[in-house]
């Protein structure tokens, strides 16, 4: 399918890719087996994202609230996130992962993506992944800054223009709450496994015609 061609797309692009678990349980499989099919949609949305011209991408992985869930559930989420950061590593991006590296429950394999963003390729597009992730963690990090965002621990990523979400919930569920504060959200109801171009295309045909004032 063509690519279509929008007059006017956001520079930076939230996806919270949710219904993995209950994807699996419809499809007759252990819960944990749905991370794995969330994989390849991660792939195919990161190369839209580049053609499209979407200048930066934020995606939330999994949260320190996640990691509560059974053991074989968030062993399967984390080697879902590690595969898919280091498969981007090897496309054209600059990536940042920002979460709790203290905790053992961030995979040691991605340490050096939260140091600092490593460019890989001509790094032409932005990639933040949220990988044990807590927004009451991230803000914690500004207490005692003078400049509440430049304290962050999330600082390095940008204001985020539109918010993606799958499987039907209508929430943020903690991602990213400063620079999600303009944000517009689109919601779908299929679920992350099932994610294809149009959903990207449709949402995007949906916000070249919002009216962006950032409360002006």
């Known amino acids: 399918m063509e690519i279509p061609t929008f007059k006017r797309v956001p520079r930076h692009l939230g996806l919270i890719p949710d219904g993995n678990r209950r994807w699996a349980t419809r499809n007759g499989l252990p819960k944990e087996a749905g991370y794995e ?6 792939f195919e949305a990161f190369e839209l994202c580049g053609e499209l011209g979407i200048e930066e991408l934020t995606i939330y992985g999994y949260t320190q609230d996640n990691t509560k869930r059974p053991a074989a559930q968030t062993r399967a989420f984390q080697k879902a996130c590690v595969e898919v950061v ?5 496309m054209d991006a600059a990536i940042l992962v920002v979460g ?7 995979p ?3 340490l050096s993506f939260a140091r600092e963003r490593r460019v890989f390729g ?3 597009l932005r990639v933040n992944f949220l990988i044990n992730y807590g927004w009451l963690w991230d803000l914690s990090k500004a207490s005692g800054s003078h400049s509440l965002v430049n304290g962050l621990a999330s600082r390095e990523v940008s204001r985020i223009d539109l918010i993606l979400r799958w499987g039907g919930r209508r929430r943020l569920s903690g991602f990213l709450p400063v620079q999600s504060v303009y944000a ?12 294809r171009p149009e959903h990207l295309y449709e949402a995007l045909s949906w916000y070249e015609v919002q009216d962006v004032t950032l409360g002006g």
């Open 108 to 110: 040691e394999e991605l």
């Open 37 to 42: 099919k969330g994989m390849n949609p991660g």
């Open 86 to 90: 280091q498969g981007i590593a090897r």
């Open 184 to 195: 517009d959200i689109f919601v779908f109801d299929d679920f992350w496994p099932e994610f």
């Open 100 to 106: 709790n590296t203290e905790s053992p429950l961030f």
């Open 122 to 124: 001509k790094g032409s």
